[in-house]
């Protein structure tokens, strides 16, 4: 199996917790497509209906839309009763890095919420200690001096040899989020040892919008392997 099919595997697997009059929080990335996908499919072929989807990002509002999912937002829908989105890194205790899709801000604004949020993910994506695979943790920033955001936000892990980025779109440009923000990635050579002070800190730095540790969040993770699919909960 690719990881493309345990990705679709897990995606699924977690669509068959919605039930009709259901308000869902619509995830990003490509294994929250796929269950936005299923989701479409199910309503057309009516075994799914009274739902509606809060999307976490433009492109999930397109998809969802291109589908016939009927959507709102969080303005109108402030309670949503069932959450589905992938993950960058899951650890053992269902703790999360989340933002590398660049969605961050909008997923975790819909995910706090969730009465249930259940994450899909592939195999690969399960670390021992978040930060320790070794890609992007994500912070979001205004553009406002981005830079001096982004040499405190590097300073502050510097006992993890902590490197920060820009982040850069495919063709250079700088990437600019749904929410009109920069990001900063960070890459630590080492997992952060306390993931809730790491995101404490982080959270004090003025002009930082949110960051992509999302701890104590999920309330089950369904991860699709070799081995076949397997459920985590909290
Ligand atoms: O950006 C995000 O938070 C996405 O959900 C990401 O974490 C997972 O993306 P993937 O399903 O494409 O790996």
Redesign the pocket.
Known sequence: LSQDDL?KLAAEKAVQSIKPGMVLGL??????AFAVSQIGKLLSSGSLHDIVGIPTSKRTEDQARSLGIPLATLDTHPRIDLAI????EVDPNLDLV???????LR?KMVEAVAERFIVVADETKLVEGLGGSGLAMPVEVVKFCWEFNLVRLRDLFREFGCEAKLRVGEGGEVYVTDNSNFIVDLYFKEPLKDGVAAGREIGKFEGVVEHGLFLGMATSVIIAGKNGVEVLNK
């Open positions: 990705k995830g990003t990335g490509s294994t929250a989105d992938g993950a960058d989340k933002g590398r899709g660049g969605a961050l997923e």
